[in-house]
């Protein structure tokens, strides 16, 4: 994949994670950016919950898994495959979260639905955060990647914090959970601009 393409997927990830949840959040009653995660909004009995899945949730999960195969070729197997592969699972929760939508409020427990959702959610973090910290690891010794190596490990770690603040209920679960996107979605733009490609 061409590096200017890797870079698109990049911006119409980071894209298709802010704008529409923006839009659809202007919609939904009662909806607080501060307190609600972002899956609520595809919850069933949600003003726009079919939209929300199939126009925000599964083209964002296909765009991450476009980018984590983007990457992966641009870091050749030896380097990219096992963090690309982790990176992946965020667009594989993405997709989850179209197919199992999570209940109204995002209980902790709920309906056999909501717990798949927690569960492909909860990897897609993991997945996320573990990424960051093995793309560090790769890239501590390569001189033109070290600025984003000496970045990563840092920003893996508050993920996977953010991940286990997120698994509590918290009057401020939905901006942690704001925190972890922009980190991640801030991390994958920088790193498709970075990253040489063939």
Known sequence: MRAGIVVLVAVAAA?????????FARRAPGYSHLRDTISELGAPGMPDAGKVAWLAFAPLGALV???AVGLRQALGADEGSVPAALL?????????AAI???????????????RIHNLLGGFG???GGAALVEFARRF?????LHALAVVSRPLGI???FGLAVMSYPSPLRGLVQRVVEAIL????????VLVPTP
Do not use: I, K, T
């Open 15 to 23: 894209l298709m994670a802010s704008l529409p949840v923006g839009w």
């Open 65 to 67: 898994l476009l980018y």
């Open 88 to 96: 992946a699972l965020v667009g594989a929760s993405y997709l989850g």
């Open 100 to 114: 199992f939508p999570c209940d109204r409020g995002a209980p902790f427990g709920g309906s056999v639905r909501n």
């Open 125 to 127: 973090y993991f997945g």
């Open 140 to 144: 501590a010794d390569s001189g033109e």
């Open 158 to 160: 508050a993920v996977l």
């Open 185 to 192: 979605f801030g991390w994958m733009l920088a790193a498709a």
